[in-house]
Nanobody, 120 residues
Framework: QVQLVESGGGSVQAGGSLRLSCAAS????????MAWHRQAPGKQRELVAS???????NYADSVKGRFTISRDNAKSTVYLQMNSLKPEDTAVYYC??????????????WGQGTQVTVSS
């Protein structure tokens, strides 16, 4: 079994910063791409940022220049540094990882989500 545990969410005023962490554990043969998604009330879940196993990154246009995704493969952890936060960044943030658990099994896993609230 594989678990993704997020931490670092909270409440902050507009213009502030937060750093989210997501640690993977369990029967992992390899961690492939990892990503952060978010879901605001009444809206669909959307991709915020992703990072490949080799470190290539991709960002939603709405967060480019403000958010930075990174990973520490030795710790099986992905991070999301969020700067210049805006009220519209308020959402539940979910970690996602594409995990190889055996030579014949590879699938995505999700964390439980962490709330980020940005007040104006």
């Amino acid at each position: 079994q594989v678990q993704l545990v997020e931490s670092g969410g909270g409440s902050v005023q507009a213009g502030g910063s937060l750093r989210l962490s997501c640690a993977a554990s369990g029967s992992i043969l390899s961690l492939n791409a990892m990503a952060w998604h978010r879901q605001a009330p009444g809206k669909q879940r959307e991709l915020v940022a992703s990072i490949s196993s080799g470190g290539s990154t991709n960002y939603a246009d709405s967060v480019k220049g403000r958010f930075t995704i990174s990973r520490d493969n030795a710790k099986s952890t992905v991070y999301l540094q969020m700067n210049s936060l805006k009220p519209e960044d308020t959402a539940v943030y979910y970690c996602n990882a594409d995990v190889t658990i055996s030579w014949t099994s590879r699938r995505p896993y999700w964390g439980q989500g962490t709330q980020v609230t940005v007040s104006s």
